[in-house]
Structures are given as structure tokens and as C-alpha cells.
């Protein structure tokens, strides 16, 4: 464990759902089309529109792998050439603690975390399951956004910050979704970084069609997260000969290189492009676990399209409205000095992914990677500005 002269607030913290996450609260009539269990060969399957989902391979989360067992892996340290489930090494039995509020603080206590902002693990892949039937999408993320008010609550103790899921496939219900979760005090919502698939037609995140789910969350100062996971791409790996499926640990070389930066890329360049933020200029969003590798290229083309085309961007500079908006968590084994010196300390949120496997094992390791900065510096990376998000803008 680093030691630190005060705890940290991490910025990206999961739980392993429930089984009955997506079912307790949905309605029976509902199971076929969104999603329900059942044992084939032995074995208990998710079933998501009625097929076998294999986003996560083994959506029981029991047994599991140990947190941060793939962080070398991943830090691109295999050199000799391990397979990845050989990586994994021995699993283990669920913890208490990866889905019980009150467990998890103790664990939080002894690892100094302060507090930290909770994701989904199975939920990030499950929009794009279900994304052909727009009313079954919306059932499914009522029943999980309940489960998870039950089971984790949406700012716990002032601690657990429990992110509901929220969708704009039908804007009438994300408005209404987005009231029932504010009555019950939440700070912040995740969506996924992914053009809107409505009835008929494709849409922008930014597509002025929104602007009364985004007048909503505006005014009311909580912080919008996107975060990795199944983004819909797996059509544009598909036009590329790697196939259309998206299941969390199974790559390849391609998808390795490419595909980790072309959600954050596209998603934020649409919110600064299509005048999402002066349109809202109170908006606060985070890119959480989708590393920060896109951000030199997204800031060197805003550049380039602002200085061809000043007109095209109604809100002024483009790279000062991202600066002004958009906070980052990287990878920590990401080039962290240069995105401070893009974005500056004060927009950068410590992110330990704990308890996966790909992330840390302690979360206050994650210090280790910002040598170069001050004290100061250090101490808004890893705990000042998400705390300061955690809190409705005033």
C-alpha cells in the first residue's frame, strides 16, 4: 500500500451484479425479451433476448478472478506471451464484499479510500444486447437501476456513489428515469459512449432532440460518466473481418491496437462538436476506464477542424470547451504527464478499477505513476476533484 498523507477518492470502482439484478424489479412478462437464467449442459446462463450472452463469460461472478490479476498484462508486460486465461491464474470464491454495501466499507476503511463512484460490470454490455427492441432496453434498465438503489444506493454513507444507468433510446422515459433517480439523491449517472439507436433512426448524444433530458441533468449540477465496455462497435470490428461479438477479455491483435480509443474519441468529439455543452454550459462528464490514449488526438483534431472552420463551432475554442467539461481517468499505465500538461491536474481522476482483474490490487498504488507531479497535484489527481464531483455543482 503507497502511503499517503490522507485517504484518496477513486474514481472507478465496480461491484459484481447481483443474479437478480436485472430481474427483480422487471416485470415477468418482460423475461423473455430482456433478460432471465437458465441451466444448459449444466451450466447457469444469462439469456439476453432470449440468447445466451457471453459478454462476460461467467455472468455468476462465482467463482471469480482476484483483483488486479491481469494489471502487468495489461501494462503490456508479457513478454512471455502468457495466454490470458493463463494470466488469470487460480480463481476464487465471490467476496462479501463485491456485493454488499456495508462489507465493502470495511474494505474501503482498510485500503484508505475515502470514497469512490461504483459501475457496472455486467450492465456496460447489456444496452447493445438488447439494442433491436427499444421498450425491452428500457425495462431492463428500470428493473437494474431499482436493484441497484436496494442494494448499493446512489451515495451510501456519503461514501458509495452507486451510478445508475441511464439510456436515451426513449427520451421520454430517460426524462423520466433521469427524475426518479434524482428524488432518491444521485450524483452521478453512467451512459454508454455510443450513438443513440431511437426507433428508426440513429442520433448524436448531442442531438438537440436531447436537450430536455440534458436541460434536466444542467440544471440539476450531478456529473455524467461514460464508461468502457460494449459501445456497439462490434459492427465497425465486423466490417474489418474480426467479427461482431464483444466478450470482455477475448481480443486480438487488431482490436488490441484500434478499438480501446474509438468510443471515447467519437463520443467526445460529439458532445464538443454538436454544441452539447453550450447548449448546457453547467455539464459535467467523465471518461472513466477508457484510458487517455485518444486525448492527444482528439485535442491535435479539434485543433485542425477550429482552425480550418472557426465558424463550425458555435461555443468558441473547442479544446477549451473539452478542457472546461470533460474530466479524464486514465489508464494508470497511461502517459499521465502528458495529459496533465493537455488538460492540466485539475481535470485528471484516479481510477483503480478495483476489483477487476485488469485493475490494481491496492488502489493507492496508483500514485505510483504521478512521480512527476507536485503534492498538491497529486492529491487533486487522487481524491480533490472526484470528491469534488461527487457533489451537485452549485
Not at 478495483?354 to 490494481?360: D, V
Amino acid at each position: 500500500m503507497a502511503q499517503l498523507p490522507f485517504e484518496i477518492f477513486d474514481g472507478d470502482n465496480h461491484y459484481y451484479e447481483a443474479e437478480d439484478a436485472f430481474t427483480r424489479h422487471l416485470d415477468r412478462k418482460m423475461r423473455r425479451r430482456c433478460m432471465d437464467w437458465a441451466v444448459l449442459h449444466g451450466r447457469k446462463e444469462l439469456l439476453v433476448a432470449g440468447t445466451v450472452n457471453r459478454f462476460i463469460p461467467n455472468p455468476t461472478f462465482d467463482p471469480v478472478a482476484r483483483p488486479g490479476c491481469l494489471d502487468e498484462y495489461y501494462q503490456g508486460k508479457n513478454r512471455a506471451g502468457a495466454s490470458i486465461r493463463d494470466a488469470f491464474g487460480a480463481l476464487e470464491p465471490i467476496h462479501a464484499e463485491y456485493r454488499n454495501r456495508d462489507a465493502r466499507i470495511e474494505i474501503m476503511n482498510k485500503q484508505r479510500v475515502h470514497g469512490a463512484f461504483f459501475f457496472p460490470t455486467l450492465g456496460v454490455g447489456m444496452e447493445e444486447a438488447l439494442i433491436e427492441d427499444t421498450e425491452a432496453v428500457v425495462a431492463a434498465f428500470r428493473a437494474f437501476n431499482r436493484w441497484l438503489h436496494d442494494d448499493w444506493g446512489f451515495a451510501y454513507q456519503e461514501r458509495i456513489f452507486a451510478a445508475p444507468y441511464l439510456t436515451l433510446v426513449d427520451l421520454e422515459s430517460a426524462v423520466d428515469e433521469l427524475e426518479w433517480v434524482l428524488e432518491r439523491d444521485v450524483r452521478l449517472i453512467v451512459m454508454r459512449p455510443a450513438p443513440v439507436r431511437t426507433p428508426g433512426k440513429c442520433r448524436s448524444l448531442a442531438d438537440p432532440y436531447f436537450d430536455p433530458f440534458w436541460a434536466r441533468v444542467n440544471e440539476s449540477g450531478i456529473t455524467v460518466a461514460f464508461h468502457g465496455g460494449d459501445s456497439g462497435y462490434g459492427r465497425y470490428f465486423a466490417d474489418w473481418g474480426e467479427g461482431g461479438d464483444v466478450e470482455s477479455f477475448k481480443g486480438s491483435a487488431w482490436k488490441a491496437t484500434v478499438a480501446g480509443n474509438r468510443a471515447p474519441f467519437d463520443a467526445m468529439a460529439a458532445l464538443v462538436c454538436h454544441g452539447l455543452f453550450h447548449r448546457h454550459p453547467r455539464l459535467r462528464v467523465c471518461s472513466i476506464e477508457m484510458g487517455s490514449n485518444w486525448v492527444p488526438w482528439l485535442v491535435q483534431s479539434l485543433k485542425r477542424a477550429y482552425g480550418i472552420s472557426p465558424k463550425d463551432f458555435v461555443g468558441g475554442d473547442p479544446v477549451e470547451t473539452f478542457r472546461r467539461h470533460v474530466w479524464i481517468s486514465p489508464f494508470h499505465e497511461d502517459d499521465v504527464r502528458l495529459l496533465k500538461e493537455l488538460l492540466g491536474a485539475d481535470r485528471l481522476v484516479m481510477g483503480s478499477d478495483w476489483p477487476h482483474a485488469e485493475g490494481l490490487a491496492d488502489p493507492t498504488d496508483y500514485v505510483r505513476e504521478l512521480a512527476a507531479f507536485s503534492p498538491a497535484e497529486q492529491k487533486l489527481v487522487m481524491r480533490d476533484n472526484a470528491e469534488r464531483l461527487s457533489r451537485r455543482a452549485p
